[in-house]
């Protein structure tokens, strides 16, 4: 099933705990990215790599950290979590060809819950 | 600066009435318009793109340049299109979607 992929479809923690998300495409696309929705369904950019190199960091704290192990994986590690931080975080996925950027492809999303 | 902006967050139609969810936006070069839709619990998807001049669903939209607008539109609403509506907006040769508030579009039967 090709597609993006993200785990876990859900994430409840502890304020303070570190935890990470996942996202996987098989897409073949070379650029990846990471929205966050908030409570009021209101979706912002954070993170986006293109071939594992970052190129887009929203002002988003240091508590968060991206990695692109390769170019179909993106993940998210957030260290000390705030009760702010619970959103539905979405990877998104599309690909440049020849100068002119395709359609993004978005991923289930990962609802975080801190409490 | 890139903004866009959806100023209905809540839009309420019977079924078979048209339906516009309207989007501005600002920005001082050539925009790239979308409209993507989230249906319950599903992930979001593209619904269409400015440059693409299609109709999807029986949605359409045009981009006006004067207004700085790109209004969805559909002649007579469908059950099944209720879902939650995000306008987004990409600047010439960037990589970042910078997406609207939403408007949460409900079907009446």
């Known amino acids: 099933d090709t597609a993006v992929s993200q785990t876990p479809k859900y994430l409840v923690t502890q304020m303070g705990n570190d935890k990470s998300i996942k996202c996987e495409q098989n897409?073949?696309?070379?650029?990846m990215y990471w929205y966050k929705q908030d409570s009021k369904k209101f979706l912002k950019i954070m993170f986006s790599y293109n071939n594992k190199e970052l190129i887009i960091n929203e002002t988003v704290p240091n508590r968060f950290s991206p990695k692109s192990p390769d170019k179909a994986h993106l993940n998210l590690h957030i260290n000390s979590l705030e009760l702010g931080d619970s959103a539905v975080y979405f990877c998104?996925?599309?690909?440049?060809?020849?100068?002119?950027?395709?359609?993004?492809?978005f991923g289930p999303g990962t609802r975080l819950l801190v409490l | 600066a890139q903004r866009v902006t959806q100023p209905e967050k809540l839009l309420s139609v019977f079924k078979g009435a048209p339906v516009e969810l309207k989007c501005n936006y600002s920005?001082?070069?050539?925009?790239?318009l979308f409209w993507y839709v989230q249906y319950s619990r599903q992930r979001l998807q593209l619904l269409l793109r400015?440059?693409s001049r299609e109709s999807i669903k029986g949605f359409t939209a045009d981009l006006n340049k004067g207004e700085t607008s790109f209004h969805l539109k559909k002649p007579f609403a469908q059950e099944e299109d209720s879902a939650m509506y995000y306008c987004a907006l990409r600047g010439q040769g960037a990589q970042k979607l910078v997406f609207g508030q939403g408007t949460r579009l409900t079907i009446n039967p």
């Open positions: 920005y001082s070069g050539s925009p790239e």
């Open positions: 998104a996925s599309s690909r440049e060809l020849a100068g002119v950027l395709g359609t993004q492809y």
């Open positions: 400015h440059i």
């Open positions: 897409l073949g696309h070379d650029t």
